[in-house]
Nanobody, 120 residues
Framework: QVQLVESGGGLVQTGGSLRLSCVASGSIFNIGTMAWSRQTPGKQRELVASITNGDRTNYADSVKGRFTISRDNAKNTTYLQMNTLKPEDTAVYYC??????????????WGQGTQVTVSS
């Protein structure tokens, strides 16, 4: 089975930092673009950051300069370093990735989500 597992969420104070991790597991030969999105009740899911397998990155304006997305291909992992956190960053954070087998595209997979809560 192929899956993504997220970790690193928690409760922090305004101005604090968290580092989220998302590990892909299974018979994975290659990973395309990886991304982080977030969801709050009553709002549409927002794309926060993405990174291609060529390390090109893109960020939402709301997090630019505060968040950094990275990847470790040897570990099949993407990270989201979140600094200077604000209460409006409170959300469930999801990772997603385009996963490939050696000769097959498995498709786009999503993690289960991890809660980030920033207290004021």
């Amino acid at each position: 089975q192929v899956q993504l597992v997220e970790s690193g969420g928690g409760l922090v104070q305004t101005g604090g930092s968290l580092r989220l991790s998302c590990v892909a597991s299974g018979s994975i030969f290659n990973i395309g673009t990886m991304a982080w999105s977030r969801q709050t009740p009553g709002k549409q899911r927002e794309l926060v950051a993405s990174i291609t397998n060529g390390d090109r990155t893109n960020y939402a304006d709301s997090v630019k300069g505060r968040f950094t997305i990275s990847r470790d291909n040897a570990k099949n992992t993407t990270y989201l370093q979140m600094n200077t956190l604000k209460p409006e960053d409170t959300a469930v954070y999801y990772c997603n990735a385009d996963l490939w087998g050696r000769n097959t595209r498995f498709g786009t997979y999503w993690g289960q989500g991890t809660q980030v809560t920033v207290s004021s």
